[in-house]
T-cell receptor, first 116, second 111 residues
């Protein structure tokens, strides 16, 4: 069964450092997403991406965050200068369609980011 | 507020029990509701979704939406130890499949 692959599974970084989290979405999917889950809290939407541009972003997704699809297969989330509160599990997801919310999002296993 | 609230857990039941998991939502503008299951060290996996009110059944699982009370429920019949996981309710709240999740409830089914 096709799956969304995320790397690294766990990254530890110092506050102020740049971090890039990588994702390989399902090959025929067109919509890509990042969500995050701080320990003990809800899974929160960060950003959606379609046709090489951001289609929607949350208030969490400030200027410290950026996303990119550098080639035909990878989808990355960059955090420019990490803060302690960026420590969370980051989930990448993809879907074949966009639309009104009934579409199946397939999630990756997540990348755990620990900022010291 | 565009929140989805979920009953706190954890929940522990014996094998074979009927499990009822519940959420409430505040935003009536969007009518797609999902249940995701998340095993340890894995990402959320879509279990079921429903649109608007009513029931949807898939094997041992039934998803129910009550628009009048803004209540979402998931029923698991004949629960199995393999059902032990965290269950997340979610509402489709955006034009691009943006999801708003509940906090999740951890279910443990004892053999």
């Amino acid at each position: 069964e096709p799956e969304v692959t995320q790397t690294p599974s766990h990254q530890v970084t110092q506050m102020g450092q740049e971090v890039i989290l990588r994702c390989v979405p399902i090959s025929n999917h067109l919509y890509f997403y990042w969500y995050r889950q701080i320990l003990g809290q809800k899974v929160e939407f960060l950003v959606s991406f379609y046709n090489n541009e951001i289609s929607e972003k949350s208030e969490i997704f400030d200027d410290q965050f950026s996303v990119e699809r550098p080639d035909g297969s990878n989808f990355t989330l960059k955090i420019r200068s990490t803060k302690l509160e960026d420590s969370a599990m980051y989930f990448c997801a993809s879907s074949l369609y966009g639309g009104s919310g009934a579409n199946v999002l397939t999630f990756g296993a997540g990348s755990r980011l620990t900022v010291l | 507020q565009k929140e989805v609230e979920q009953d706190p857990g954890p929940l522990s039941v014996p094998e074979g029990a009927i499990v009822s998991l519940n959420c409430t939502y505040s935003n009536s503008a969007f009518q797609y509701f999902m249940w995701y299951r998340q095993y340890s060290r894995k990402g959320p996996e879509l279990l079921m979704y429903t649109y608007s009110s009513g029931n949807k059944e898939d094997g041992r699982f039934t998803a129910q939406v009550d628009k009048s009370s803004k209540y979402i429920s998931l029923f698991i019949r004949d629960s199995q130890p393999s059902d032990s996981a965290t269950y997340l309710c979610a509402q489709g709240t955006g034009a691009n499949s943006k999801l708003t999740f509940g906090k999740g409830i951890t279910l443990s089914v004892r053999p």
